[in-house]
């Protein structure tokens, strides 16, 4: 009967969760501002992909006094150039129109601009001088070393590779640490779209004044936890529309959008970590549900258990002002403070367990915690929305409240 | 007056014993104690603020009692403890976003029903009282009325086994109030055990087998209709007439209007007696009757002291 009633409250929560308007106004808003922002990004990367190769291939008739001799007048004239006889004249003829631009090369252009003087052509034309310019010498430079070989390594294009060891061990590095740092992501995201819906949940019983017939009808447990189920499963749909354009982004769209390519093969999946982080989530979720649940079955409407969302999702955000030193000073007193305070914990012991700075013993030790006071609060939750949510219209008081959770 | 020792009832339903609430350090219920019987229908009475809700609500584990007994079929209530219960509680209410059908297969589902036998149950139900085309309607966009026939519908789903009905006509229009009748002379007809509060008199002597009067928290008088009538003196003397009844040491005027007056005998004044007063007063006597004391004059007697002042 229990199980049967604990699948038909997930099945009408759920339902009626996602049915509401609002949850896909809350739900869409999000994708459709990434997929706006990666329209922007896609269009805007076209026209300037366009405009650079539209550059490149410009063709302009320029002049140019070159003090530092290194201009090569062969690949100058490539570009459609030709030297002049005085820095003068080189305006001049620009000013009177004979001539597209001018360009006078320093005698030492490492420490020293290249000065540039053109005909207007529009606030991104005009770039066109600077980059033909910039590319003649460097083009000139390059032509002038003993081996071609050599050319990657003036420009710059060099990789390193990197291997450090903890322990004897080669260390991961950050593709250790982003498998981890997911629960995170996935924790923000629950508690951020989820937070307000959990505070609500039982408000909705005592709005409708249903709480006498629901409470005669089916166990409270079971409704806690067939709500808090549903709410999961639908945080679940959320979670998929919001990585649907992401995915289709990065999958179909990466160049682009410019995105990353990211090698997954690279990703260090260590059971470890990633045990830890997958319980440090349950649990920091176990302890938040239950919070904003009980905290919702003592008030008596949805505004006023609102009013409590906000000191819970400071809660979360308080340790990113310790970010830094969360990373850079693990066993800082305030890091350890955070890591141990039951509501920082989740945040901060899920940062730590990234980034390898959580002993195994700390962790054991979190884990239980969360868990432990999790349970407790979920317990209480029940407790105060079985005898507490028949007070409609008020507030259950703190000592209503605690002669609810003493007694037997 | 204190209420005669209470039975414990082997083939009860509900069973009370000793049962003691209070609020903020408030006795509500002094000791309460009282049995309902299988397939009875059992009216809970008492004034406002007297204590029954509260009861109610600790029998079925809503509220948690300080001391005291609250069985339902040998136990503590729980909605898992497999009694069909049908709860109509004081407090109204339906989830208000939902269709009505959707609701009450909800419902149903919670009950123990499959989905497809709510369902036709619930639209058998709809088709009854004549909101069949209401189904796919949202609950808060119906009238009151309607509302309370789903609610009613709700309540009585499961082919309920024991009916607790929290005050049912409250707030029914003439219409609901002779639907919930019609089902509740239905549920006496299957045996239903139904537990009632109500301040409709009428109804209570229509309906109910055995009552309990509830005053300062402690059972004033309880028993069967007819006993607590006799209780209460049994016998209330009604008088058309023209003049002017005396004061009698014989007799209590209970009401008195034009030409009209109720009087209740003291001790064991014989009728004949009180129509001798009276005649000897120089009352002319057009009408007069015994009568068992109605329940009306019994709330009036036990709770309404000031009221009953101020009529006559």
Known sequence: MRRHNLATVVSFEFRRTVTKRRFWIATLIVPVLIATVFALTYFSSRATSNSLSAQKHASFSFTYVDASHLVNPEIASRFGGRAATSVAGGIAAVKSGRIDAFFDYPAAPATHSILVYGKDVGIFNNAKYSSVATAILQASAIARLPSPSLAPIVRGAVSVKSTTYTNGVTSPGLNGVIPPLIYLLVFYLVIVLLGNQMLTSTVEEKENRVTEMILTTVDARTLIIGKILSLFSAGAVQMLVFASPVVVGYVFFRSSLSLPNVNFADLVIAPRPMITGALLLLGGFTLFTGALIAIGAVMPTAKEAGGFFGAVLGSIFIPFYA???????????????????PLTAPVTAMVRNAFGSLSATASMVLVVELFA???FVIRMAIRLFQYGSIEYARKVSLRTAFGLLTKR | MTASPLPSFA?????????????????VIDGLSFDVMRGETFGFLGSNGSGKTTTIRALLGIYQATAGTLHIDGRPFS?????????????RGLYKKESVLDEMVYFGRLKGLTHDTARRWSLDFLERVEMAEYAATRVDRLSSGQQQKVQL??????????????????????????????????????????????????????????IVLLKDGRAEAYGTVTEVQDRYGGTTIRVRYAGVIPDSPRYTVILRERNYAELAPAGDTAPADILKVLVDAGVAVNEFTTNRRSLDEIFLMVYGDESAKAVR
């Not at chain 2, 002779?178 to 509060?197: P, S, W």
């Open chain 2, 79 to 91: 909605p898992d403890n497999g009694v069909r219960l049908g709860y109509l509680p004081e407090e």
């Open chain 1, 373 to 375: 006071i999790g349970l």
């Open chain 2, 153 to 210: 519908g709700v309540t009585i789903l499961n082919n309920p086994e024991l009916l607790i009905l929290d005050e049912p006509t409250k707030g029914f229009d003439p219409v609901n109030r002779r639907l919930l009748m019609d089902i509740l002379d239905d549920e006496k007809r299957r045996g239903t055990t139904v537990m009632m509060v109500t301040h409709q008199m009428d109804e209570v002597e229509r309906l109910c087998d055995r």
């Open chain 1, 323 to 341: 970010s830094s030193l969360i990373v850079s000073h693990p066993t800082a007193l305030i890091v350890e403070v955070f890591t141990f305070f």
């Open chain 2, 11 to 27: 083939g009860s339903v509900v069973h009370i014993d000793g049962f003691m609430m209070t609020f903020a350090k408030r006795p």
